[in-house]
């Protein structure tokens, strides 16, 4: 009799392995309390209303009034947040984030004079209120939103769109309860023999199985349940999109993209740059195929082969302590205070560790001003990546520690363009620590395959997923249909391309598409891929360099928002609106790359 693993609900696994969220509130009762107090509070902008273009103490005690409140809610909504991460499908915590959001909405729609209010103070007005001492804590803050006049509407507009929070995630939601919740995979045999529950986790520790087989299988099933949910998903994904659409059109930005990019005053070039580089680089991710192929000794390569490390025999299971002492001691060029505070915080309160049924799938990194800066991850003891999951995400949260020790909190929360550095910058000290302690070159090939394909999932894949984006999204604004067949067909064309004529692309890969969370956060993933080349520089110069390198880069994480995030990476040493950095990371992937081919390896 084969032995049946299958997932343990939340309530029985082991306090130790969860996050504990006293930080935040000691227990659900101090939220409801809390809570209450907070809903009563949105009331008070009503005070404020029409009076801030009288003179700057009211603007000010305004702006220090929203800001409080924001405060409180951040906390209270980080709460509801994690702990409905924790099980999808408990109701009472859906609930407490339903509550949460519903408020959180009427807040903004309480809020929603601020903005035009402050826009129609005329500007030499508005100078002399900005010169005025009161309102040097928010000076920043106004003159950021001051750049918002042309893409801001009139009082009544600007509440009909507030009034939308909750529909407008009504896609997102759909999907996330389907992905999350809903879907069941059904039972598979891993390579050992064992009856294991197919999940998203689960799904990712079998594509790194050594046997061909099991892979296969896990592949297969997997997508076949998303076939059985394909129109649906192609309905929420288009639901999204059209919503982007719908958000920038009526804010009167030329496309989608532009106003994504416009909070962080990236310019659409950067964008465009980034797949114009990648596209020119593809040979090399070709050429890696065929190395990965002919090492595996495959007459043909398919997906489910590119996932499994090509050295089946070299050790790489690692306990949950390992992990942490692995990342800590990799993290030793960043000094004693990172990674005394770091290691502290991994093994002890800041880390929900390991899977459980209902569980959110992934991994995740959520700082807030008041509490920890709290970690989500599905560790599996046996994948390598998960280590460096960990690390990764070890980055998001020593970001948030950081600057919200540093800054106050109208600029303590840096913004995704600048945390996908913080992040990655600790995947390559990682690797550049395992890699130079390899033993041998079996060992050292391991390594360099397992950074090539971080490069390649984090620069080239990511790169594919924006262009994608770009691409529905334009479709969207052409009125062009965005139907299943549709999706599957751009995103089959895109996989050709990236992957090359060599590759054997199944049917099912064209569904892939359809199970990207990050698609509902558009134009998100693009930032992985520049993310990854600046921390490539980055670390580069913190290795190669002294205390200044690492005070400035030290800098760079306690500068939250201080400063648009072109500037803070600048700051520390990187200009990411020039090529160098993404071309010289696609050029290391490509050294990388024949060094593997030279690497004695043996097959899996």
Not at 173 to 198: T, W, Y
């Amino acid at each position: 009799m084969s032995k049946v693993k299958q997932l343990p609900p939340r309530s029985k696994v082991k306090p130790a392995d969860c996050w504990d969220l006293s930080s935040l509130f000691p227990s659900d009762e101090a939220w409801e309390e809390a809570f209450g107090k907070w809903e009563k509070r949105i009331s008070g902008y009503a005070k404020f209303q029409g009076k801030l273009g009288d003179d700057a103490p009211s603007l000010a005690a305004c702006l220090k009034f929203d800001l409080e409140l924001d405060r409180a809610g951040e906390r209270l909504g980080s709460y509801a947040f994690l702990k409905t991460a924790e099980d999808t499908a408990n109701s009472t915590y859906q609930g407490m984030q339903a509550r949460f959001t519903n408020a959180a909405s009427r807040a903004g729609q309480a809020a929603s004079y601020i903005r035009p209010e402050i826009l129609a103070i005329p500007e030499p007005r508005m100078n002399e209120f900005l010169a005025d001492k009161r309102l040097a804590p928010y000076r920043l803050l106004l003159t950021r939103l001051i750049r918002y006049r042309p893409h801001t509407l009139g009082e009544k507009e600007e509440k009909l769109l507030a009034m939308q929070t909750e529909m407008a995630q009504a896609a997102g939601k759909a999907f996330r309860q389907l992905n999350d919740a809903d879907l069941r995979f059904g039972m598979i045999k891993n390579e050992k023999g064992e009856q294991i529950e197919l999940s998203h986790s689960s799904f990712s520790a079998l594509l790194h199985s050594p046997r061909r087989s099991v892979r296969k299988a896990a592949f297969h099933q997997y997508y076949k349940h998303y076939t059985a949910h394909e129109n649906t998903l192609a309905a929420t994904l288009n639901g999204s999109i059209q919503k982007d659409i719908y958000y920038a059109q009526a804010r009167g930005f030329t496309s989608a993209l532009e106003a994504s990019l416009f909070p962080d005053q990236v310019p659409v070039s950067v964008y465009d740059n980034l797949i114009d580089s990648v596209h020119r680089h593809l040979p090399a991710l070709h050429h890696y195929y065929d190395v990965r192929r002919r090492k595996m000794k495959l007459a043909d390569i398919h997906h489910y082969d590119t996932y499994v490390p090509i050295l089946s025999e070299l050790e790489t299971r690692h306990t949950w302590n390992q992990a942490v002492e692995a990342v800590i001691s990799a993290l030793g060029p960043l000094g004693d205070e990172y990674c005394e505070a770091l290691e502290k915080g991994l093994k002890g309160c800041w880390c929900d560790r390991y899977e459980n049924r209902g569980k959110q799938s992934g991994a995740f990194s959520a700082g807030s001003f008041d509490g920890d800066p709290y970690i989500l991850m599905n560790y599996q003891p046996d994948v390598l990546d998960h280590v460096f999951t960990l690390a990764h995400e070890a980055g998001h949260s020593m970001h948030s520690y950081y600057s919200a020790r540093n800054r106050p909190y109208q600029y303590y929360d840096y913004v995704i363009f600048v945390a996908e550095v913080a992040s990655t910058f600790n995947e390559q000290l990682l690797s550049r620590h395992l890699m130079d302690r390899a033993k041998d070159d079996r060992q050292r090939a391991c390594l360099v395959n397992r950074q090539v394909d971080a490069m390649r999932a984090t620069i080239f894949r990511q790169t594919m997923f924006a262009e994608f984006e770009k691409i529905t999204h334009e479709l969207a604004q052409r009125n062009e249909p965005l139907t299943r067949d549709r999706f599957k067909s751009v995103y089959r064309g895109l996989l050709e391309q990236y992957f090359g004529p060599q590759f054997t692309l199944d049917d099912e890969l064209a569904l892939e598409c359809l199970r990207i969370p990050h698609f509902y956060r558009a134009f998100y993933v693009y930032k992985y891929a520049t993310g990854m080349s600046a921390a490539i520089a980055l670390s580069d110069r913190v290795l190669s360099g002294g205390k200044k390198e690492l005070s400035e880069y030290l800098g760079f994480l306690q500068g939250g928002c201080s400063k648009d995030p072109l500037d803070l990476l600048r700051d520390a040493g990187v200009d990411m609106e020039k090529p160098e950095p993404v071309d010289a990371a696609l050029s290391q992937f490509g050294q990388l790359v024949e060094e593997l081919d030279r690497l004695p390896t043996h097959a899996v």
